[in-house]
């Protein structure tokens, strides 16, 4: 059975850090394409970064210069390192996984965790 499960999401304040981890178990994720989505209230689940199987990395604009995303293949996890926080990052983070060299449109991806929420007061 596949899982995701993410953990580490919270309240902090503006340009607070927090890191969020993603164990994931049934497959051999290292193969697979992972990333992280995020989804506020009223608003599109937006991709934030996410790194291929070959270990390329993407993150969006909005991100850039603020959080670090990485896998440990050999522990099955992924995790997003996020600094600087602002108001504007507060929503329900997602892991997601798919099996292929980079993830898809977000509505094809085949794995995702249940969500993490975070909040970051001004």
């Known amino acids: 059975q596949v899982q995701l499960v993410e953990s580490g999401g919270g309240l902090v304040q503006a340009g607070g850090s927090l890191r969020l981890s993603c164990a994931a178990s049934g497959r051999d994720f290292s193969i697979y394409a992972m990333g992280w989505f995020r989804q506020a209230p009223g608003k599109q689940r937006e991709l934030v970064a996410s790194i291929s199987s070959s270990g390329s990395l993407y993150y969006a604009d909005s991100v850039k210069g603020r959080f670090t995303i990485s896998r440990d293949s050999a522990k099955n996890t992924l995790a997003l390192q996020m600094n600087g926080l602002k108001p504007e990052d507060t929503a329900v983070y997602y892991c997601?996984?798919?099996?292929?060299?980079?993830?898809?449109?977000?509505?094809?991806?085949?794995?995702w965790g249940q969500g993490t929420q975070v909040t970051v007061s001004s």
């Open positions: 997601a996984a798919h099996p292929s060299r980079s993830l898809p449109f977000w509505a094809s991806i085949l794995y």
